[in-house]
């Protein structure tokens, strides 16, 4: 099988761990810088040609698309054209990436959520703050990953000056409330073609809310409860993804799903658990293309 993974830098953790579980498996793969394609549109000859020559005879691909998403997503359309299998579609890629239509697809789907408000750049702070259960809230910016822009207003007073200076920079806010039951935790699922591979706990430093691991904090591998996995399954199917992180929260109103991520790192995952995750990538796209 001839797989092309869709990174913009070899080197990363991630990258290395799929190329490594592909040649393992005895495959040819190529990683492939998506924004350096060119994508030719022609009746029924769709192509991409890449450092010199044509990608010809792929099996699959493994999107890991981060920042560059909408060229992105239109290399990855452009495979879906030459009849190529990918782990990540174009349009399940597009939805995972905007937080508005992600989380209004998962409520739609009936999945637990934080209670959520998405502003425009309000003035009328009370009515956002009392939508959501009141202060303390978290406030994030739309385009925030990794745990930038992810603001805790400790009260009303804190969320009207974080919204100002939002505002001001032209930015969209989402508004969340604060799960103090969570303790500044939460949990990350990995589902590959409809089975939860592995799950860690992730736990904020000292003083910090934000659990994400590139913000400090550490992870424990953790057996999920039966709604936790039902609700990562859930919320994994509702997008659409065939691999998928589950961000979830642990609360007195059972598992909330923060955001369902389509190019989930996988070195957190792998050390934490131990597993190999990315041996699983692999064998999805073995399945799919037989």
Do not use: W
Request: proline share 2%; charged share 25%.
């Amino acid at each position: 099988m001839r797989i092309v993974i869709l990174s913009r830098n070899p080197k990363l953790y991630s990258t290395r761990r799929l190329v490594e579980a592909a040649e393992k498996r005895k495959h040819e793969v190529i990683v492939v810088d998506h924004l350096k394609c060119n994508i030719e549109i022609e009746r029924k000859a769709p192509k991409i040609f890449y450092k010199g020559e044509y990608l010809e005879n792929v099996d699959a691909i493994i999107p890991r698309i981060g920042a560059s998403v909408t060229y992105g997503t239109a290399v990855v359309r452009q495979f879906e054209m030459m009849k190529v299998v990918t782990c990540v579609s174009s349009q399940a890629l597009t939805r995972s990436r905007d937080k508005l239509s992600s989380l209004q697809i998962l409520a739609r789907a009936g999945v637990g959520l934080p209670k959520t408000v998405f502003t425009n750049y309000t003035k009328d702070v009370s009515h956002l703050v009392k939508s959501v259960g009141g202060a303390p809230l978290v406030l994030k910016l739309l385009e925030g990953t990794q745990g930038l822009g992810v603001v805790l207003a400790e009260t009303k007073n804190a969320a009207t000056s974080v919204l100002e200076a939002f505002n001001g920079l032209g930015a969209r806010v989402i508004a969340q409330e604060f799960v103090k039951e969570a303790g500044g935790a939460d949990i990350r699922a990995f589902v590959v073609d409809g089975k939860v591979v592995g799950a860690m706990k992730r736990q904020g430093k000292e003083g910090e809310f934000r659990s994400n691991l590139h913000r400090g904090g550490n992870a424990t591998v953790i057996e999920l409860t039966d709604e936790e996995e039902k609700t990562a399954l859930k919320a994994v199917k509702a997008m659409g993804l065939g691999v998928a992180g589950v961000d979830m929260l642990q609360s007195s109103k059972g598992p909330l799903v923060l955001e369902v991520n389509s190019s989930p790192g996988l070195e957190g995952i792998e050390r934490v658990t131990g597993k190999n995750i990315a041996k699983e990538i692999i064998r999805y796209l073995e399945i799919h293309v037989e």
